[in-house]
């Protein structure tokens, strides 16, 4: 592969938000694996393990984050005393073990809102459709249909460097899914409740879940045509100091 086609091949790599139902052998899971363990590592550390979910396990795991989604999103949407009611009760309220719910800051806000305002005109969802965006979110918790969920966990002793190293290996996982025409979609979603991952994994206990990553082969559907805008370099690029 020469640099054209190593462009090419990142350029056209996009996260997959319908996947077919067909199951991934576990050998390419493991050649995937494997790939992504050429990343990188702060010390060769490697402060991160995964947790592979399929069949049953996979199952049972995205049931339970549906059913917390369908509460906590009821809540949400719902009157004062069913957020009191959702809050005493505390059936739903997020067990994630980094704080995913924050605020964006504000030099950064607004690609975030940009990203979600395209998606959604992409879908046909309304900026008030609260029903269909809730129903959009909620494919999140069932991992848009993809067969595998791997589960990102890194070490809490090394809480910067193991998140640095996770997203090293992260990014080889997904562009060597992509060169075997599988697709992916990294979900801090799936990480908003740990416990259901840690009930069906032995984790160690210094391993905090970081976020998961859907894996399968995309679909036709029209939400994989959808193309999030890429950033100029100049965006990024500090300037010299005056």
């Not at 059913?67 to 059936?91: H, N, Q, T």
Request: net charge positive; charged share 20%.
């Amino acid at each position: 592969m020469d640099s054209a086609e190593f462009s090419s091949l990142l350029a056209s790599r996009r996260s997959t938000r319908d996947f077919l139902p067909k199951a991934v052998p576990q050998d390419v899971i493991d050649a995937i694996l494997t790939d992504a363990m050429t990343a990188p590592s702060w010390s060769n550390t490697r402060p991160y393990m995964v947790a592979v979910a399929t069949g049953e396990v996979r199952n049972r795991i995205s049931a339970e984050l549906q059913r917390r989604w369908a509460i906590a999103s009821a809540a949400l949407r719902g009157s004062w005393w069913d957020k009191v009611m959702f809050f005493l009760k505390r059936d739903g309220l997020p067990t994630s073990d980094y704080q995913v719910w924050r605020p964006y800051p504000k030099d950064v806000q607004p690609r975030s809102q940009k990203i979600g305002r395209d998606l959604y005109t992409h879908l046909g969802v309304a900026r008030g459709d609260k029903i269909g965006r809730d129903a959009q979110w909620a494919r999140n918790f069932d991992m848009f249909g993809a067969p595998v969920a791997i589960f990102v966990f890194t070490h809490k002793g090394l809480p910067t460097y193991a998140v640095s190293d996770a997203g090293l290996f992260m990014q080889n996982l997904m562009l060597s899914a992509h060169a075997r025409g599988l697709g992916t979609c990294a979900q801090g979603a799936l990480a908003v409740w740990s416990d259901p991952v840690r009930k069906e994994f032995d984790v160690p206990n210094q391993y905090k879940l970081l976020c998961g990553i859907a894996l399968g082969y995309p679909s036709k559907d029209n939400v994989n045509t959808f193309q999030a805008e890429r950033l100029p370099i100049a965006d990024i690029t500090i300037p010299l100091a005056d």
